[in-house]
């Protein structure tokens, strides 16, 4: 090996040396500045921020499209429901409202009888109407 190759080699060297050394002082003065500084700081993510809100504007048409699409999708799979067991849905209402009238109902004959006068058969002790000219229950005649 000549002398020039070997210089050359060492100032390769030293060269790369110095790059690296420099960019990692350069960095390291950086993250000081960035701790210490609050100026710097806002300014580091005032970048961020900008550079978030750039990519959210950019994106912005495509978050609106998924957006309509999940509206989309949320209101065809409910119609889709509906219209499946539309029968079931319709069945079980008319049997709740059914249920309720027969409840009202009964509530309503079991005050009627209770507000009602009775007349008991001396008898069989049946309970019968108050006009009842005889027992429901024996057929015994009335006074
Ligand atoms: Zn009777």
């Known amino acids: 090996m000549s002398t020039t190759g070997i210089f050359s080699a060492f100032t390769a060297f030293n060269i790369i040396f110095v790059l690296f050394?420099?960019?990692?002082?350069?960095?390291?003065?950086?993250?000081?500045l960035l701790i210490f500084n609050p100026k710097v700081r806002s300014k580091f993510m005032g970048v961020q921020l900008k550079a978030t809100k750039q990519m959210l504007d950019d994106n912005k048409e495509t978050i609106k499209d998924i957006k309509n699409v999940q509206a989309d999708i949320a209101i065809e799979s409910t119609d889709k429901i509906l219209e499946k067991h539309e029968d079931t849905i319709k069945k079980n209402v008319t049997k709740v409202a059914d249920m309720s009238a027969e409840?009202?109902?009964?509530?309503?004959?079991a005050i009627k009888k209770g507000i009602s006068k009775t007349k008991q058969c001396p008898e069989c002790l049946?309970?019968?109407?108050?006009?009842?000219?005889?027992?429901?229950?024996?057929?015994?005649?009335?006074?």
């Open 21 to 32: 050394f420099g960019v990692s002082i350069a960095f390291f003065v950086f993250v000081i």
């Open 103 to 109: 409840s009202i109902e009964t509530t309503a004959r």
């Open 126 to 143: 049946k309970f019968n109407d108050e006009n009842a000219k005889f027992c429901q229950e024996c057929g015994k005649k009335f006074k």
